[in-house]
């Protein structure tokens, strides 16, 4: 019997379902993102693909929205179906969040007993690492529109939006139960009216209006999968031949490509979320040539270390740069300065020329999918594993009304 794509498998209730193109694409996005952070010279870091790569975030969140509306949709009956949610969501996100902050703090801890790693930046534990920001990265609560500016590990602002977008999310869901979508199209509606509106550099928002990114991006992709699976109840769409998949994929690649290279901060990536909401559609039924490629080990592994390449990106880079620092002085060849990329003054790997400058950067990429690996292997596999269970021994513990019950029933009973 001929295997089902994973659209029809979510469409037919066989289980659980894998995404896996999908999957490899949150990697790359990952990458993306870790590239356009990272201060060096070359073609990679001056394309204007990589310098909008900020725009691949939304990705996340209408990839979080469609995947959490397959996996939810009809768990979320009651509240303690919400506890359970609550408890692996939980598990899912937040252990690697505090295992790559306390790698920043013990940084600062360095730093501040060591004065010569403290380098020319400021003082230990100020700035962008004040231990006045430290709680509130601590509590998730850094990406709700409290924080000045990014503090500590800047990436972490979407992890606190999404964190806070699930608890609305399945709260909506046990309400409304099968008219939660009800609820999801306001959000789609009002969220590119208020990035427009009050965001200055629109979609290139984190702590100021990351929340409403976030919710826009995430709702869109819940409804989006709730449109697709009313669509398509069979799963992939009958008459389109793999020939027809494969040109419809690189249609929608090079439309993320173009968008992404041209919108930018302007005003027109708002709709970023629409553009990414047609290709998480479109590959998720992994009808194509590309989605073939997409389903190839090594980038199905790298979507497998994504969450971990996202998080530990910053520190990863900043260690490097402190590196490279020291190497410099030691053979009195600098290794890192300031220096212009595209107009804008960074400080970092760019005073060798581009050779050495995109070196540089496929040298950080090992480094940042090395050191994601060693956490996803250490730290966010087993706290899934534990945090699935906890939510399953949760859910199997008799409620306090069935026990109640019981025990009236005991004491109505006549001894034996």
Known sequence: MAQLDPAARAATGRGPVRFEALDSWRGICALMVALMHFPAAGPIAESPLVRHAFLFVDYFFVLSGFVIS???????????????????????????????????????????????????????????????????????????????ALRWNGPSWSISSEFWTYLLFGSVVVAFLSRYWHALIPVVVLGPLVLYGWSPDYMDTTVQYGFVRCLYGFALGALVYLGALKAFPAGRPAGFSRSLWTALELAVLALILVFVALAGKQAIGIVAPFIFAVAVVVFSFEGGAVSRILRWRPL?????????????????????????????????????????????????????????????????????????????????????????????????????????????????????
């Open 70 to 148: 397959h996996g939810y949709r009809n768990r979320l009956t009651d509240e303690r179906a919400f506890v359970g949610f609550v408890i692996t969501r939980f598990g899912r996100i937040y252990p690697l969040h505090a295992a790559v902050l306390a790698l920043f703090v013990a940084w600062e801890l360095v730093r501040l007993m060591v004065p010569a790693a403290r380098g020319a930046g400021p003082a230990p534990f100020t700035g962008t690492t004040s231990l006045d920001g430290l709680a509130s990265t601590l509590l998730l609560l850094n990406g709700l529109g409290f924080e000045p």
């Open 300 to 416: 199905v592994w790298l979507g497998m270390l994504s969450y971990a390449i996202y998080m530990v990106h910053i520190f990863v880079q900043s260690r490097l740069i402190n590196v490279g620092t020291v190497l410099g002085k030691m053979t009195n060849h600098p290794l890192v300065g300031d220096f212009t990329l595209n107009g804008e003054a960074f400080y970092g790997f760019g005073l060798q020329g581009p050779v050495w400058g995109t070196l540089y950067m496929l040298a950080m990429v090992a480094a940042v999918v090395g050191t994601a690996f060693a956490l996803h292997v250490l730290v966010e596999r087993p706290f899934i594993r534990l945090s699935k269970r906890a939510a399953q021994a949760y859910l199997e513990r008799p409620s306090s009304a069935k026990v109640s019950a019981a025990m009236r029933r005991d004491r109505s009973e006549p001894a034996a």
